[in-house]
Every structure is written in C-alpha cells, then in structure tokens.
C-alpha cells in the first residue's frame, strides 16, 4: 500500500529538511540570543505602530501567555519595553530599546540574507510552490486543532 511508505518518507523529510528549515532561519539569531519567535516580537515592534501584547497574540495566532513568556525575555535582554498607553491606560504598549532597535535591525539583515540564499539555490518560483504547499498543508491540516490542542496543553 502507498501509504506505508508515504510514513517513513515523511518522517525522513522531517528530519532532513524540515528540522533544518527552522535551525537555519533561526541560526542568525544566536548571536543576540533569541529565538525566532523573539526575534518575531522584535520585528513587529519595530514595524508597527503602538503593538501591544493582544495584537502581537492576534497576529502570530499564539496565546497570551506565550507571548508574554517571550516578551519577559525580551524585557530581561534590554530589547524592549512596555508602557501604559496615553489614551488608554489598561493597553501597555511595546517599545523597543536602542539595544532592541539595533538588534531588530542587524537580525533583520541576517535573516534576510540568509533567505536570499536560499532564493539563489532554489530559485523564487520553486520557494512559492513550496511556499503554498505548506500553506495549504496548515490550513488543511492544523489551523481547526491548533487552538484546541493549545488549550489543552495549558497555553
């Protein structure tokens, strides 16, 4: 039957390349120590106006207390900070340091050099085509029970 062996086949994809998707996108920030989904608070603090923790939550489709674990970290490396919000003082907005600026800047480049590699080896046309295969593999596959299943683990 075809699909035992679809198993194994993915399995080793996996390991081969999926795993290494996420080292070598993330290996540029190392040397600031931050993960990628830091390094993903820093670029939407640095590119939107007035973020707040909730908007981060909305537009990374994590929970609360994921990001709030992240910006913790954030806040104890001197990348950012929080504060009330004039018009508003439940909304703490986020602000970034000089340091975060710097360092959401510098990451910035790094990221995008290490993807324009990858553009160069597999050609923009191969990485779209990728690109909506795991799309659709999200939507189709995890999007219904991601929100069930982090609600299950306590998220």
């Not at 709030?68 to 970290?73: E, I, S, W």
């Not at 703490?92 to 553009?119: C, D, N, Q, S, Y």
């Amino acid at each position: 039957m075809a699909e035992t062996s679809l198993l194994p086949a993915f399995i080793d994809v996996y390991f081969s390349t999926i795993k290494n998707i996420d080292a070598r996108i993330s290996r540029p920030m190392a040397k600031y120590r931050l993960s990628f989904e830091q390094y993903e608070i820093l670029y939407d603090v640095a590119h939107l106006p007035a973020v707040s923790l909730t908007d981060i939550v909305k537009k990374r489709g994590v929970t609360k207390p994921a990001i709030a674990r992240q910006l913790k970290v954030l806040r104890d490396l001197g990348y950012l900070t929080q504060k009330l919000a004039p018009d508003d003082h439940r909304r703490h907005i986020l602000t970034l340091t000089p340091m975060g600026k710097r360092v959401a800047a510098e990451a910035e480049v790094a990221v995008e050099e290490e993807f324009a590699r990858w553009v160069e080896v597999m050609g923009e046309a191969k990485l779209n085509e990728l690109l909506g295969l795991l799309k659709e593999t999200g939507t189709k596959l995890f999007n219904k029970d991601t929100a069930a299943e982090n609600a299950a683990a306590g998220e």
